[in-house]
């Protein structure tokens, strides 16, 4: 059984008992949060939906909240004299997917 979930733009295909990093978004550690399911596979028939599908519910239980790895941005032009160096860390929120239930 499997859920296609979105959350912060972007769609996640979730299984129960996984562990995801989402961008951040405001809730508290241990707090239980639900998202809005965009298909729905219960092991024999797949159902989308237009564009949610209001019989399916994913529950999950926020594990942390953090930063992840730096990455580097360098710009450069060849023969001119030009480069700039700038750093970027992304903020997400670590979730674990508790239950895929259809309501």
Do not use: C, W
């Amino acid at each position: 059984m499997y859920a296609v979930i979105r959350s912060g733009g972007k769609q996640y295909k979730v299984t129960k008992g996984e562990r995801l990093r989402l961008d951040s978004f405001a809730a508290e550690e241990g707090a239980e949060v639900s998202f809005e399911v965009l298909a729905f596979h219960n092991g024999e028939t797949l159902t989308l939906g237009t564009p949610i599908v209001e019989s399916a519910k994913v529950t999950a239980k926020v594990v942390a909240h953090g930063r992840g790895r730096k990455i580097v941005v360098y710009r450069f032009k060849r023969r001119k004299g030009y480069h700039r160096k700038k750093g970027h860390r992304q903020d997400y929120t670590e979730v674990m997917i508790q239950d895929i239930a259809a309501v």
